[in-house]
């Protein structure tokens, strides 16, 4: 007799507070600051700057574009 396996159904949900980056820009290892003002047009935000500190990967508050630095330590590299 098979039971069914209603407990082991699982789903996948996206945790609310990782928005998808609307673009990724590569910018160089040893950068410490990026700034950022959407580039203009529809995305255009005020001019803010990020500090990289230990990070090798930020996203822009305003428009969700993500800076990952270009060693950063992905199979890419
Ligand atoms: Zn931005």
Redesign the pocket.
């Given at each position: 007799m098979a039971l069914p396996f209603s407990m082991k159904a699982t789903v996948a949900m996206k945790p609310a507070t990782s928005p998808i980056p609307a673009e990724m820009i590569e910018i160089d290892d040893d950068t410490e600051t990026v700034g950022?003002?959407?580039?203009g047009g529809a995305?255009g935000?005020p001019m803010?700057y990020y500090n990289f500190g230990t990070l090798t990967q930020l996203d822009?508050?305003?428009?969700?574009?993500r800076f990952v630095k270009r060693g950063a330590g992905t199979a890419a590299h």
């Open positions: 950022c003002d959407g580039g995305l935000h803010v822009c508050g305003y428009c969700g574009r």
